[in-house]
């Protein structure tokens, strides 16, 4: 296999990986507040899924905006949800590091291509 289908197969590992991780943090924080709140927060979910699932289709450009976007507004979700319980959870650490970390790393590895 050569440099540039590694990368390509390494690209599609990690976006397989980053939906479950999305799907698995949407759970894991799930229910963010009010219903309103709780509604945007799957929204924002579904979009960051969307994003992933588009760029695993190949529109890669297109689907890491979307995915980015969700991204950052999910950190802000978490950090919603973290001032609301009035104390620090792991759970929200991770949520947000994850958010940030992982289109970094998918933004890393499609400009490798």
């Known amino acids: 296999m050569d440099k540039k289908n590694g990368r390509k197969t390494a690209l599609r590992a990690w976006l397989w990986i ?3 991780a999305a799907v ?3 759970a894991l924080l799930y229910p963010i507040g009010s219903a ?8 924002i979910k579904a979009g960051m899924v969307a994003g ?7 529109s890669l450009s297109s689907g890491s905006r979307l995915w980015t ?25 991770l949520a947000i590091i994850t958010d940030i970390v992982m289109p970094s790393v998918a933004c890393r590895l499609q400009r490798e291509d």
Do not use: D, Q, Y
């Open 36 to 43: 309103p709140l709780n509604v945007l927060f799957f929204l």
């Open 69 to 93: 976007v969700c991204s950052g507004l999910a950190v802000l979700m978490t950090i919603m949800k973290w001032a609301h319980a009035g104390h620090a959870e792991p759970i929200f650490i």
């Open 52 to 58: 992933l699932l588009t760029m695993l289709r190949g």
């Open 24 to 26: 698995t943090g949407a």
């Open 18 to 20: 980053s939906v479950i």
